[in-house]
């Protein structure tokens, strides 16, 4: 599976943007997937999750009512909306597949379980 992540740039405070992730593959419908974030000097972090079952996801706490993450199977293309952009939002985001084909997650299990494939990142700066 490859993943390739597009959407980043910079934008002000409060202003919005959609991340999008093309993967490749065929088991694209079958896989949780997540986008993950990494701010200069900090550890990688969780921001959202989406199952392959319909209306089940889970974002992190700092991102809950601003980003709304989404998928789209036909096109094997996993989204994030992300809206009302803060300064600390900046940071490389990255999205990830799970490699296991239909996983039973659920809540904080989004941001606990490993995720095999990952895309190589796109750069996401909000200016104040």
């Known amino acids: 599976v490859q993943l390739v992540e597009s959407g980043g740039g910079l934008v002000q405070a409060g202003d919005s943007l959609r991340l999008s992730c093309a993967a490749s593959?065929?088991?694209?419908?079958?896989?949780?997937m997540g986008w993950f974030r990494q701010a200069p000097g900090k550890e990688r972090e969780f921001v959202a999750g989406?199952?392959?079952?319909?209306?089940?996801?889970y974002a992190t706490d700092s991102v809950k009512g601003r980003f709304v993450i989404s998928r789209d199977n036909a096109k094997k293309t996993l989204y994030l909306q992300m809206n009302s952009l803060k300064p600390e939002d900046t940071a490389v985001y990255y999205c990830?597949?799970?490699?296991?084909?239909?996983?039973?997650?659920?809540?904080?299990?989004?941001?606990?379980?490993?995720?095999?494939?990952w895309g190589q990142g796109t750069q996401v700066t909000v200016s104040p």
């Open positions: 593959g065929s088991s694209f419908s079958s896989y949780v």
């Open positions: 990830a597949a799970d490699g296991t084909r239909y996983r039973a997650v659920g809540g904080p299990e989004f941001k606990l379980m490993e995720y095999r494939y």
């Open positions: 989406i199952s392959w079952s319909p209306g089940n996801s």
